[in-house]
């Protein structure tokens, strides 16, 4: 009986209906592929066609009941396991050392660790399970709002929500990555005895695997198969000025003139929401926004960019509704109201996954902001951002919400990436509120979301940015001071801010932003009341203790810039993060395992954030090396624990020395 075959560098088996094939795709890398039934589909949610050409070091070898494929450094090896002939894949690496591995059928136990079940008359709902590894820790996934850095032990679920981007790519301590490559709702377990993937919806089982000796490595692995992130424009490395928001046109001018009068160097400054007529309308509000083009003409002349905030909801009453629903460009609900989100009124988003329904929003976008030379885009609501998360109740273009939603960020960047691409642009970067795995390609600069003014909220965006880059989305921020209910006048809220704004001189992009009290009503000149503004939100609205301090790091990022630079590039061209966790940067020290609250910002600074209240000193581990702190020139020695004052005007921020 002939269990395996070889096909065009392809390992395959098939057995009882199902057909298991393992493809060589990227440098010491593998996609495992399989249906119960039919034939597999070469889907391009993120993994790139062009990766599997690049392939090397192939070999497969089959036996009557075992076979092996072996590309680079990594090796998938089926057996057949049980009683029932089941296939089980086991990876390891170039020493033979066993990597990940399927679980076992457990002879009597005849368990199935690729189990689909069927949901009758239509697809699957799909269990993979691997062998919990004791002593491995896990990183990456994504973006979620917890104090975690390691997720061994914990369940996540594999589905967006503001300020969640669920991206199902992880590092292991033990010297491979794993891409979950199916863009389902879902959930994963890495539990202590396996590890466990769901999807609710799906036609196929789809994952790849790669193989490196460093973390390094393993990610430029990573973003040679799922692509770079576009070079960062030189706007991206200083400071950003947003708020919720300005709402008319004299009002930004007047903050971004203040900036200049000031001699403080701004890149980009932000008009935030609602700044249009109705959602949907993708142009200006004539009566608050006159002449758009001058505008942003008067801000090149100061040095700063005027990025404009985009939403996908299209409200009922929008100009450009009844058109998009007759075209069928809308996502739809699958039963009941067609209403996605109920925020000022009644709306529903438009489909990301129809390729003529990006090309539509982009004309209008062209039209109406990027012909008055906008060249930065805000795309927010970009989960999307459902007013009840029912993933059950929409349907999209290439399928059910339940089996492909989680792809809609990506494809939301993409709409716009694409079109700024065919108007010439080099480049480009949008922010956005949600990522999935390819999100980078599009030049996606993913923020933590609607977050709380908080410090446990604070603690927790450092773990989001470090295992968000881990997961290959290099291009991260934060609301600097958090989104919700900060008061300007709060002297607790004031310390938060200034620790919160030091730490984000050392995230990708600085990006001060937040929804602050007390509020301001705004209304038409007809005495219409519209959607209100938050409080002040510029350097100089915190008090005179917190302007000389804000300054100063501002000053600081500028004079980083060089280095800065330096970093995108290496993002750009090997996929590398910039905020590096300790165990990413020194993978060989045992030490750096456990810390979350402290990272390299390349390989030249160790920062350490001040994240409590009252802190005026904290500890901080120094790898073995020579250390500098930059604020006070202290010099000292690795390999140990050491007390380094944080006065409020500084963080700990340590400069490696190589002799």
């Given at each position: 009986?002939?269990?395996?075959?070889?096909?065009?560098?392809?390992?395959?088996?098939?057995?009882?209906?199902?057909?298991?094939?393992?493809?060589?795709?990227?440098?010491?890398?593998?996609?495992?592929?399989?249906?119960?039934?039919?034939?597999?589909?070469?889907?391009?949610?993120?993994?790139?066609?062009?990766?599997?050409?690049?392939s090397k070091d192939i070999a497969v070898h089959?036996?009557?009941?075992?076979?092996?494929?072996?590309?680079?450094?990594?090796?998938?090896?089926?057996?057949?396991?049980?009683?029932?002939?089941?296939?089980?894949?086991?990876?390891?690496?170039?020493?033979?050392?066993?990597?990940?591995?399927?679980?076992?059928?457990?002879?009597?136990?005849?368990?199935?660790?690729?189990?689909?079940?069927?949901?009758?008359?239509?697809?699957?709902?799909?269990?993979?399970?691997?062998?919990?590894?004791?002593?491995?820790?896990?990183?990456?996934?994504?973006?979620?709002?917890?104090?975690?850095?390691?997720?061994?032990?914990?369940?996540?679920?594999?589905?967006?929500?503001?300020?969640?981007?669920?991206?199902?790519?992880?590092?292991?301590?033990?010297?491979?990555?794993?891409?979950?490559?199916?863009?389902?709702?879902?959930?994963?377990?890495?539990?202590?005895?396996?590890?466990?993937?769901?999807?609710?919806?799906?036609?196929?089982?789809?994952?790849?695997?790669?193989?490196?000796?460093?973390?390094?490595?393993?990610?430029?692995?990573?973003?040679?198969?799922?692509?770079?992130?576009?070079?960062?424009?030189?706007?991206?490395?200083?400071?950003?000025?947003?708020?919720?928001?300005?709402?008319?046109?004299?009002?930004?001018?007047?903050?971004?003139?203040?900036?200049?009068?000031?001699?403080?160097?701004?890149?980009?400054?932000?008009?935030?929401?609602?700044?249009?007529?109705?959602?949907?309308?993708?142009?200006?509000?004539?009566?608050?926004?006159?002449?758009?083009?001058?505008?942003?003409?008067?801000?090149?002349?100061?040095?700063?960019?005027?990025?404009?905030?985009?939403?996908?909801?299209?409200?009922?009453?929008s100009e450009n509704y009844a058109e998009m629903?007759?075209?069928?460009?809308?996502?739809?609900?699958?039963?009941?109201?067609?209403?996605?989100?109920?925020?000022?009124?009644?709306?529903?988003?438009?489909?990301?996954?129809?390729?003529?329904?990006?090309?539509?929003?982009?004309?209008?976008?062209?039209?109406?902001?990027?012909?008055?030379?906008?060249?930065?885009?805000?795309?927010?609501?970009?989960?999307?951002?459902?007013?009840?998360?029912?993933?059950?109740?929409?349907?999209?273009?290439?399928?059910?919400?339940?089996?492909?939603?989680?792809?809609?960020?990506?494809?939301?960047?993409?709409?716009?990436?694409?079109?700024?691409?065919?108007?010439?642009?080099?480049?480009?970067?949008?922010?956005?509120?949600?990522?999935?795995?390819?999100?980078?390609?599009?030049?996606?600069?993913?923020?933590?979301?609607?977050?709380?003014?908080?410090?446990?909220?604070?603690?927790?965006?450092?773990?989001?940015?470090?295992?968000?880059?881990?997961?290959?989305?290099?291009?991260?921020?934060?609301?600097?001071?958090?989104?919700?209910?900060?008061?300007?006048?709060?002297?607790?809220?004031?310390?938060?801010?200034?620790?919160?704004?030091?730490?984000?001189?050392?995230?990708?992009?600085?990006?001060?932003?937040?929804?602050?009290?007390?509020?301001?009503?705004?209304?038409?000149?007809?005495?219409?009341?519209?959607?209100?503004?938050?409080?002040?939100?510029?350097?100089?609205?915190?008090?005179?203790?917190?302007?000389?301090?804000?300054?100063?790091?501002?000053?600081?990022?500028?004079?980083?810039?060089?280095?800065?630079?330096?970093?995108?590039?290496?993002?750009?061209?090997?996929?590398?993060?910039?905020?590096?966790?300790?165990?990413?940067?020194?993978?060989?020290?045992?030490?750096?395992?456990?810390?979350?609250?402290?990272?390299?910002?390349?390989?030249?600074?160790?920062?350490?954030?001040?994240?409590?209240?009252?802190?005026?000193?904290?500890?901080?581990?120094?790898?073995?090396?020579?250390?500098?702190?930059?604020?006070?020139?202290?010099?000292?020695?690795?390999?140990?624990?050491?007390?380094?004052?944080?006065?409020?005007e500084t963080i700990p921020v340590l400069e490696?020395?190589?002799?």
């Amino acid at each position: 009986m002939q269990w395996f075959e070889k096909a065009d560098r392809e390992l395959i088996w098939r057995g009882r209906g199902e057909t298991l094939k393992l493809v060589p795709w990227g440098e010491d890398s593998i996609r495992v592929l399989s249906v119960p039934m039919g034939e597999i589909q070469y889907n391009d949610y993120a993994l790139l066609q062009s990766a599997r050409e690049q392939s090397k070091d192939i070999a497969v070898h089959i036996e009557e009941e075992t076979a092996s494929l072996t590309v680079g450094k990594l090796t998938a090896s089926i057996s057949m396991d049980g009683w029932h002939h089941y296939a089980r894949i086991t990876f390891t690496n170039q020493k033979g050392e066993i990597l990940l591995q399927e679980t076992s059928p457990a002879n009597a136990l005849a368990l199935k660790s690729r189990k689909f079940e069927p949901h009758i008359g239509g697809d699957y709902a799909l269990t993979a399970t691997f062998d919990g590894m004791d002593g491995e820790r896990i990183y990456g996934m994504g973006q979620y709002q917890e104090e975690i850095l390691d997720w061994k032990g914990c369940t996540l679920e594999l589905a967006h929500r503001n300020s969640q981007a669920s991206v199902p790519f992880y590092i292991s301590s033990r010297g491979y990555g794993f891409l979950w490559h199916n863009p389902a709702i879902g959930e994963v377990t890495f539990g202590r005895n396996r590890t466990s993937w769901w999807a609710e919806s799906t036609r196929q089982l789809d994952y790849w695997v790669t193989a490196g000796d460093t973390p390094t490595e393993i990610s430029e692995h990573y973003a040679q198969a799922t692509g770079f992130v576009p070079m960062m424009p030189e706007y991206g490395l200083g400071f950003w000025q947003c708020k919720l928001r300005y709402w008319n046109q004299e009002q930004l001018l007047e903050v971004a003139r203040e900036y200049h009068r000031r001699g403080l160097k701004v890149d980009v400054i932000v008009c935030d929401f609602f700044h249009w007529p109705k959602m949907g309308d993708y142009r200006f509000d004539p009566e608050f926004f006159p002449d758009p083009a001058a505008m942003v003409k008067e801000l090149k002349s100061m040095g700063m960019e005027l990025m404009v905030s985009v939403w996908p909801q299209v409200a009922l009453t929008s100009e450009n509704y009844a058109e998009m629903l007759q075209q069928g460009l809308l996502v739809r609900a699958e039963y009941g109201e067609q209403v996605g989100m109920r925020f000022v009124e009644d709306s529903m988003f438009f489909d990301t996954t129809n390729p003529r329904a990006r090309q539509y929003v982009w004309q209008k976008v062209k039209q109406n902001y990027y012909d008055a030379g906008i060249r930065i885009f805000w795309l927010d609501e970009a989960e999307p951002e459902y007013g009840t998360y029912d993933f059950k109740a929409y349907r999209y273009h290439m399928g059910s919400n339940l089996q492909i939603g989680n792809i809609y960020p990506q494809l939301y960047a993409r709409t716009f990436y694409d079109g700024m691409v065919a108007q010439g642009q080099e480049n480009p970067v949008n922010l956005l509120r949600c990522a999935w795995a390819g999100s980078q390609r599009y030049g996606a600069l993913v923020w933590s979301g609607d977050i709380m003014s908080r410090w446990e909220d604070f603690r927790r965006q450092v773990c989001a940015g470090l295992n968000m880059g881990v997961a290959g989305i290099p291009w991260w921020t934060t609301d600097i001071g958090g989104f919700h209910n900060g008061n300007i006048e709060d002297e607790n809220f004031r310390e938060l801010l200034i620790r919160w704004f030091q730490w984000g001189t050392y995230c990708p992009v600085m990006r001060l932003h937040g929804d602050r009290r007390p509020g301001e009503k705004v209304y038409r000149s007809d005495g219409t009341e519209v959607l209100s503004s938050g409080g002040d939100n510029e350097v100089w609205s915190f008090g005179d203790t917190a302007y000389p301090i804000l300054v100063s790091y501002m000053e600081r990022r500028e004079q980083l810039r060089d280095y800065v630079r330096e970093l995108m590039v290496r993002a750009h061209e090997h996929g590398t993060p910039l905020m590096r966790a300790m165990w990413y940067a020194f993978p060989e020290d045992s030490a750096c395992d456990g810390l979350r609250d402290q990272y390299m910002f390349g390989d030249k600074y160790l920062v350490a954030p001040v994240l409590f209240p009252g802190m005026r000193e904290r500890e901080v581990y120094l790898p073995c090396g020579t250390w500098k702190n930059v604020d006070t020139g202290e010099i000292l020695q690795g390999g140990q624990c050491v007390t380094v004052p944080s006065p409020l005007e500084t963080i700990p921020v340590l400069e490696r020395l190589y002799v």
